[in-house]
């Protein structure tokens, strides 16, 4: 009986620990799923409003007990972080790198002439 115990403790410490670092490791996610997103999109005040649109829907997503709750500071917070770093993480690393670059040429594949539609 206490093994179970103990493995609900630890189970329950990395939910609250997850729950925690969520925003700054889906800061690291959004880049790629952005890019994709916004492979239609020309005007960069566009993509702006699909990467905060897409940034809102993930602290949403992962602060939805403290949006119950009613508590804003925490929702605020969650978004500040995943919009900052996400952008961050694309300026920095993603916009120049390999990864990129070999995403871009799968959508192109996929899909060679968007617009056609």
């Not at 300026?91 to 070999?102: C, G, I, V």
Request: proline share 5%; hydrophobic share 45%.
């Amino acid at each position: 009986m206490e093994i179970v115990t103990q493995i609900i403790r630890t189970a329950g410490a990395l939910i609250a620990l997850a729950a925690t670092y969520a925003p700054m490791a889906i800061g690291f996610i959004l880049p790629p799923v952005v890019e994709w997103l916004n492979r239609d999109v020309h005007s960069d005040k566009e993509k702006w409003i699909v990467t905060f649109l897409v940034c809102t829907l993930a602290a949403t997503l992962t602060k939805w007990s403290t949006l119950l709750s009613t508590d804003p500071g925490e929702f605020m917070k969650s978004l500040s972080i995943i919009f900052l770093e996400s952008q961050g993480v694309y300026k920095l690393y993603f916009k120049d790198s390999k990864a990129r670059t070999t995403l871009i040429s799968f959508m192109n594949k996929i899909d060679p002439d968007p617009t056609a539609k």
